[in-house]
């Protein structure tokens, strides 16, 4: 063992030497930097996580600092007073600063310092985005005006980056209430001339890309003189009945409403009731009248009248009585003995020399056919000298156009001849002997239909019809 004791002594002390000098040769290396600028973006009230990291780096020092060239932080330590900044170390090699709840004034570029020879420096962007933020204080909030003025609408914003600013109409009177894009983008929206029509609620939206998007509602009244609208001028109706008068009132603010008569204004009482309809959405109240018991001094002329601080309107309107009339309507029924042919009848008059009362006397004065017909047409008739009974009665032989019938043998004892009689044919005594008799064919304007008891049917008819419509 004696002997390899120098060996041991000698190992150790070699051991020692190569230890220093690898300490020597380490303390002499350059320390790898990554020096690339980067850019960081987040949102306000975010965290930000600046990178910075490096190997090798011996006995060197590493310290950031901020965009107003301030020391922020030595190795690993703060060296400010801000809870929100520290140095994190995942990893040996990495330095990276942490920046919690970010405000826009911590925007800026942050330097990452190796205090080397020369100094090493790797810069980091940091960019902070700013969600829109509408200014109320500095933005408009309800804004009135008469019809005809200039309407000028405010939105004053902020945000990173610079927000956009659209305007709407958001049509609340509408039944859709659909709002709608107007004007051009813009903290201003002005509106020329302004009319009843713009009388709305407006809004302006706001975004730049950041969320959240915000918006605000700007209340516009248009203020204008009232307007009186009849439905009707004139409406009737008749005494001890009641009606009612309508009128509608247009106005903003809402205007003073009343009926008048005779100068007078009407209220509630056991002649009137009087009652407001409102109608938010276009500005108006119906004011209706209700009249009862319409007597003769209530006809006439009523007026309907609005008025507020812009001025004031009336209307017109005209009650008048209607006059009922009753009328009697008779009716008389009549029915015929025997029934009546559709075609016109073939009638043969049965008489020696005889012609009836409006035969023309150029014609022949013996068997004669009357071709007569409903309602003033003609049909044939025929006359004959035979047989005890005289008169005319319908042909068997003839059809309605005087031609001969197929099948029907004339009457072997009588003799016919048939001939044209001008028409009407108003008959005579003889006439009322007529067999089948037809009412189109009167005897000296009376229908041979209306013998004694037909008459009696007829009257007694007509007496009972009478009755019942009284009833």
């Not at 205090?115 to 969600?131: D, G, I, S």
């Not at 276009?282 to 209530?298: G, Q, Y």
């Amino acid at each position: 063992m004696r002997n390899f004791m120098p060996v041991l002594v000698g190992l150790s002390c070699l051991h020692g030497l190569l230890i220093a000098a690898i300490t020597r040769v380490a303390g002499s290396l350059e320390p790898k930097f990554n020096t690339t600028a980067e850019r960081v973006v987040v949102t306000e009230g975010s965290r930000a996580i600046l990178p910075c990291s490096m190997e090798d780096l011996g006995e060197q020092k590493v310290i950031w600092v901020n965009p107003r060239k301030i020391l922020i932080s030595y190795l690993d330590r703060r060296t400010i007073d801000d809870h929100r900044i520290s140095v994190e170390r995942p990893y040996k090699r990495e330095w990276n600063l942490l920046i919690r709840e970010v405000r826009y004034n911590d925007s800026g570029t942050y330097e990452c310092r190796i205090n080397t020879t020369p100094k090493q420096v790797k810069k980091v962007t940091l960019a902070v985005q700013v969600p829109p933020m509408i200014l109320s204080e500095l933005s408009s909030d309800r804004v009135s005006l008469e019809e005809g003025e200039t309407a000028t609408l405010i939105c004053n914003v902020t945000g990173i980056p610079k927000p956009n600013v659209t305007w709407y109409k958001r049509n609340s009177r509408k039944i859709d209430g659909k709002k709608e894009r107007i004007g051009t983008e813009g903290e201003v929206l002005v509106i020329h001339n302004v009319s009843r029509m713009c009388d709305d609620i407006y809004e302006c939206y706001v975004d730049n890309g950041v969320p959240p998007a915000v918006s605000k509602a700007i209340r516009v009244t248009v203020d204008y003189a009232p307007e009186v609208e009849l439905p009707n001028k004139r409406i009737g109706q008749s005494a001890t009945k009641e009606t009612i008068l309508d009128c509608i009132i247009s106005a903003n603010p809402q205007a003073v409403t009343e009926w008048r008569r005779d100068g007078k204004a009407l209220h509630k009482s056991d002649k009137y009731d009087i009652d407001v309809f409102r109608d938010e959405y276009e500005n108006s109240v119906t004011l209706s009248l209700r009249i009862k018991n319409l007597a003769k001094e209530d006809y006439g002329r009523y007026l309907c009248m609005g008025s507020n601080h812009l001025g004031e309107d009336q209307e017109e309107m005209t009650l008048y009585e209607i006059f009922t009339t009753t009328t009697t309507t008779t009716t008389t029924t009549t029915t015929p003995i025997s029934t009546l042919n559709t075609r016109n009848p073939e009638y043969r008059y049965e008489s020696d020399g005889q012609v009836p009362n409006n035969q023309d006397p150029s014609s022949p004065s013996r068997n004669h056919d009357y071709d007569g017909g409903r309602n003033g047409a003609v049909g044939p008739y025929a006359q004959s000298s035979k047989g005890d009974n005289s008169g005319w009665r319908p042909g068997t032989s003839h059809d309605a156009n005087g031609q001969p019938v197929a099948g029907k043998a004339e009457d072997p004892y009588r003799e016919e001849k048939r001939t044209q009689l001008p028409t009407p044919f108003k008959g005579n005594d003889n006439t009322w002997s007529v067999s089948n008799p037809n009412p189109d064919y009167p005897i000296n304007g009376v229908h041979p239909v209306f013998t004694f008891s037909t008459l009696a049917y007829v009257i007694i008819t007509s007496v009972v019809a009478s009755l019942h419509f009284y009833v």
